[in-house]
């Protein structure tokens, strides 16, 4: 039990530093970096909560988040080296 609350700690402490670095960051790239990682950090988060309630219904919302988080990173990453989400000229 206590190894519960030492792993939430951690987590909780990761989000505010990832929180710290949307808002300080330097760039763009370290704004969007940071918050592909906060969504890590919330996966985790709910992958604990459901390790202490011993259920696997919640696995399923971290495969949604996951599949979100990477899409959502991939848009970030093309239109901050493109310029353009979608490519129109074809």
């Not at 710290?20 to 760039?27: E, M, Q």
């Not at 990682?37 to 011993?54: D, K, N, P």
Request: aromatic share 14%; with cysteine; hydrophobic share 60%.
């Amino acid at each position: 039990m206590p190894v519960f609350y030492i792993a939430l700690a951690i987590l909780s402490a990761s989000f505010l530093l990832c929180l710290y670095r949307i808002v300080i960051g330097p760039t763009t790239f370290d704004r969007a970096l940071a918050l592909d990682l906060m969504s890590f950090v919330f996966m985790s988060g709910i992958m604990l909560f459901s390790i202490q309630m011993r259920s696997l219904d919640y696995l399923s919302v971290i495969l949604v988040f996951a599949v979100l988080g990477f899409l959502g990173l991939v848009a970030v990453s093309k239109f901050l080296f493109g310029g353009d989400i979608v490519d129109r000229n074809n």
